[in-house]
């Protein structure tokens, strides 16, 4: 008898083909779905189509999904997705902040429109490729853990799904090294998905250059940000710089000459000022965090005890979290080096991923 009725984001690539075949094989009806979303024609970029949304990637999929016999479609979320994603990303940089848009992605596009089929479909569970586990508390809440493999582990960039998406996802790789889904993949007869290349950069982005995408994206944007100047903690102008956007907390390369190594430490998109400053200075022991999405408790009282990781290879830091006017101060034990606004803060107890947010831009002076 069937275990359920299943939708699997396939992406053609080796570890979501692994999970609807292993899935197929467990009992469960599986129905096979492929997103296209973004159309590397309007990026402007001259690179060729790479990762999960060029041709090649859909046919994989669709082969996979025909030779064992389960349907699969390819659904376009091009005006979904660049709506909100590749709008927040432009919008982030010009308000000074460090945008992660896998996690707008997966939070507010990929998973909804998953499970807006899911529904249509008339499908139990959505599936999906990612690293992490799901269990569900005394409390009945459901939250994420950390994958068996922590050099795979995505529970960081899945902080901000929400209670009714958790209790309708499966991640199966969650229990798994990557060398035993690369095992699998040949046992099922795909020994050449082992082989294939992984893409780490944003799909939107594929030649990895994001200050050429904003410059194609944003009519005049070097003339509007033009003429802005670097200066250090106490205001003293070093230089001018190429305009704010193109610049992240922690850069150290394509700056100005000092005498000494120097590093963003700041960025104030209201008077187009970049803070140069020392290595010591990108080290901070609070944070601001907003747009809390909570997951193992409803909520958290002032003191908790946390891990906190502020990027997506971040080891974490412990601290404290407080409420203040509906944003979480985190107050950590050690420091805490090259905390950019804009990007992901998540909290762990242990495995367990308590709940994240977005980091937020202080403004410097």
């Avoid at 979320?77 to 902040?97: H, K, M, S, T, W």
């Avoid at 799901?134 to 939250?143: A, D, K, L, M, P």
């Avoid at 407080?322 to 107050?331: A, D, L, P, S, T």
């Amino acid at each position: 008898m069937s275990k359920g009725k299943v939708l699997v984001a396939m992406s053609g690539g080796i570890d979501s083909t692994v999970v609807a075949l292993m899935l197929h094989k467990q009992g469960y009806e599986v129905i096979g779905i492929t997103m296209k979303t973004w159309d590397y024609a309007s990026s402007g970029s001259s690179s060729k189509e790479t990762g999960c949304c060029n041709v090649d990637s859909f046919n994989d999929a669709r082969m996979a999904a025909v030779q064992h016999g389960f349907p699969h479609f390819i659904l376009d979320i091009r005006d979904e997705f660049g709506d909100f994603v590749v709008e927040n990303f432009v919008e982030e940089y010009l308000a000074g902040r460090t945008p992660n848009p896998c996690v707008m992605c997966n939070t507010h596009i990929k998973w909804r429109a998953l499970l807006k089929r899911a529904d249509a479909l008339g499908c139990d569970f959505i599936a999906t490729g990612h690293y992490a586990n799901i269990r569900q508390h005394e409390n009945s809440r459901y939250y994420l853990s950390k994958g068996l493999d922590e050099t795979k582990d995505q529970s960081y960039v899945l902080w901000g799904l929400e209670q009714d998406l958790l209790s309708r996802t499966l991640l199966p790789l969650g229990k798994y090294l990557k060398s035993e889904i690369r095992q699998m993949a040949a046992d099922y007869g795909y020994p050449e998905l082992a082989k294939k290349s992984e893409s780490y950069e944003i799909c939107f982005v594929p030649d990895n250059d994001y200050r050429g995408f904003l410059k194609r994206r944003v009519n005049g944007l070097e003339e509007k940000v033009a003429g802005g100047l670097f200066v250090d903690k106490n205001g003293k102008i070093l230089g001018k710089h190429n305009g704010y956007p193109f610049y992240t907390i922690g850069q150290r390369k394509g700056l100005v000459a000092v005498g000494h190594p120097v590093y963003v430490t700041a960025i104030n998109p209201e008077t187009n000022t970049v803070v140069l400053g020392d290595e010591e200075d990108l080290a901070k022991t609070e944070l601001t965090v907003g747009k809390i999405n909570w997951q193992k408790y409803p909520n958290v009282e002032n003191g908790r005890e946390v891990l906190t990781k502020i990027r997506y290879k971040d080891k974490g830091t412990f601290g404290e979290l407080f409420n203040e006017n509906g944003q979480i101060k985190v107050r950590l034990f050690n420091n805490a080096s090259g905390i950019a606004p804009g990007q992901s803060a998540v909290f762990y107890e242990g495995d367990d991923v308590i709940g994240g947010g977005i980091i937020q831009r202080e403004i410097p002076f």
